[in-house]
């Protein structure tokens, strides 16, 4: 894994392929910047002028006229500089709104294709914050190369070049001069910019952390972790702080090494000005010349350090959302995949195994087929596997070896979205988007009508409570459907999954967070949503699965027992038994 400042030559192609998608507005823009800039830097050659003929004696009305002449120079040169500053501003604005569009939808795009596991891995307030700094680094480094580094080389080649042919040495003192400060500039951003990158991480940590804990206020309540988690916040910001302070420290030890740079040049050039004005080689419009040079290489020089060091910082930042960019996707379609045609719903495990980091080992040759239209139920106790087989069917991880078929196709060789368009979840802990209760049922079928999302609603006994509410199926359900209570969460859970009415049905506890009377209905309705559809069913509430075609029972990843409730519940010695044995009478009722 690179380091994140290796990542700066990554970021800058990214910005550059994109950026290229509008590259006649972005040539314009430059060609802008060249007018603007050689405005600036011809207007002093006809300001000396100006003032060399105020110092001549002679004809008045001759010299007034040529004052004149010059002063219409002045403002001609000023107006096509106000045109080019014109291209720069429309243009820049335009093609970077554009291109920070792209970067949004390309780092949203490839965000999603992430596996689950992914997900579970970083931080989701830390991942938003990358796709933002990604983004505005993108408007801040353009910012700068529009308005301020273009036109800086353009303006500090042209006045090297005058000075050159107005006197060698001149142009030779400015030009060493910008040589030894560039070096000095390079030489101190390179230092600094580890710490800039150790920032940036210092300012992600803070957010993740802060996400976190926001996420989980509760349970920093419930269990009296406020204290621990001030503690830790205190601890993490403490640190970002330093080394923000530190980086701008280094950036105020600089300003002061420019500083002195900068009289050295002043005085140097003043100082070769005098020298060849006592060889009648200088005359007074010169010295304003000079002065004003000084004063335009001054200005951008200065700048210049700065810039570029928050060009650095600016690349540093958007190195962290680089990184993953370029991180290969953990599982992906192979290359002329097929979709996932579904026949009859067969569901084959072949010799599967899987291992979680590669070290713990869940699942050891596991097999298993599951027959057209059966209910299976898995159960076993916790650790057994029985969510990882869930998993490794919605092909959240990829198995570590054997294969796993739907009507005989791999699933590692068909599609991701055909995969999942012909699967339905309803999982234990049901997550909703913040968007009202009729979007929320919709995703099942996007394209549904209100009539059959009604029917689906009612159908999954959530119609009742969603009627009561002001707003009605236009309520919002708060972050992940915090508004919402568990069982009302997990009625409308189903109830897009039956309007979503795919073949293959996975109920991951579907029913754990009802009360009695609510699970009730819904074995109803569920019972209708399994209907003509392969069902698996995974449990710890056995009686939710005494139906079931066939129970398997799973210990250590293997299959220790296989039939139905009463094969299994008679077995003397069995691990079903036993733990029916535990649970009976208190859900038999």
């Not at 003043?270 to 010295?287: A, E, R």
């Not at 596997?385 to 060789?413: E, F, P, Y």
């Not at 094969?567 to 691990?575: E, N, R």
């Amino acid at each position: 894994m690179k380091k994140n400042n290796s990542y700066i030559k990554d970021t800058l192609k990214i910005y550059w392929h994109f950026l290229m998608n509008y590259k006649v507005t972005f040539f314009l823009v430059l060609f802008g910047i060249l007018i603007s800039s050689a405005g600036s830097t011809i207007a002093p050659l006809y300001l000396k002028r100006f003032i060399d003929l105020l110092a001549e004696k002679g004809d008045i009305a001759s010299i007034s006229k040529q004052l004149f002449l010059v002063l219409f120079i002045i403002l001609f040169i000023r107006f096509v500089q106000f045109i080019g500053y014109r291209f720069v501003t429309f243009g820049g604005s335009y093609f970077q709104s554009k291109t920070m569009a792209d970067l949004y939808n390309y780092a949203f795009a490839n965000l999603h294709l992430r596996s689950f596991s992914y997900f579970n891995n970083n931080f989701v307030g830390s991942l938003v914050k990358r796709v933002g700094r990604f983004v505005r680094s993108f408007e801040m480094i353009s910012d700068r190369i529009i308005f301020n580094i273009s036109g800086m080389i353009i303006e500090i080649s042209i006045i090297v070049g005058v000075l050159f042919y107005r006197n060698f040495y001149l142009g030779l003192a400015l030009l060493v001069w910008i040589l030894i400060y560039s070096l000095v500039n390079y030489i101190f951003i390179r230092y600094k910019l580890k710490f800039d990158v150790a920032r940036s991480e210092a300012d992600s940590a803070v957010s993740g952390l802060l996400a976190d804990t926001i996420t989980n206020n509760a349970n920093v309540k419930l269990f009296t972790g406020y204290q621990t988690e001030k503690k830790s916040f205190f601890e993490t910001v403490n640190k970002f702080t330093n080394l923000q302070y530190f980086s701008w420290k280094l950036s105020s030890y600089f300003d002061t090494a420019q500083g002195f740079l900068s009289l050295i040049l002043e005085v140097g050039l003043m100082y070769i000005g005098i020298l060849l004005w006592q060889k009648g080689l200088f005359s007074v419009g010169d010295f304003m010349m000079i002065q004003a040079y000084v004063i335009s290489v001054i200005l951008n020089i200065w700048n210049f350090g700065r810039i570029i060091n928050h060009v650095y910082s600016d690349l540093s930042e958007a190195s962290e959302m680089t990184e993953m960019l370029l991180t290969p996707l953990e599982i992906i379609d192979i290359p002329k995949a097929k979709d996932l045609l579904i026949t009859s719903g067969e569901i084959r495990f072949e010799e599967v195994s899987f291992n979680y980091h590669k070290t713990r080992e869940v699942l050891n040759n596991f097999e298993l087929t599951i027959k057209p239209g059966e209910r299976v139920a898995l159960i076993g106790p916790s650790g057994a596997g029985k969510s990882t087989i869930i998993k490794l069917l919605l092909r959240m991880h990829d198995v570590t070896s054997g294969k796993i078929l739907i009507d005989n196709q791999n699933i590692a060789k068909v599609k991701q979205e055909s995969l999942w368009s012909n699967i339905s979840l309803v999982p234990q802990d049901p997550i909703l988007f913040h968007r009202s209760l009729r979007e929320n049922i919709r995703y099942g079928k996007f394209d549904a009508t209100d009539d059959e999302i009604f029917a689906a609603a009612k159908a999954a006994h959530c119609d009742k409570f969603i009627s009561q509410l002001p707003k009605g199926y236009d309520t919002f359900v708060g972050e992940r459907g915090l508004k919402l209570s568990g069982g009302e969460r997990q009625r409308v859970a189903i109830a897009r999954a039956i309007l979503k009415n795919a073949p293959i049905l996975l109920l991951d506890e579907a029913t754990s967070s009802l009360d009695s009377e609510s699970e009730h209905l819904i074995q109803d309705a569920l019972e209708k949503l399994m209907k003509d559809k392969t069902v698996v069913v995974v449990a710890h509430r056995l009686s939710t699965i005494m139906s079931a075609d066939r129970i398997v029972v799973l210990d250590k990843g293997k299959i220790s027992e296989i039939g139905n409730h009463e094969k299994l519940s008679k077995k003397k010695g069995g691990l079903y038994k036993k733990l029916w044995d535990l649970q009976a009478g208190g859900f038999i009722k």
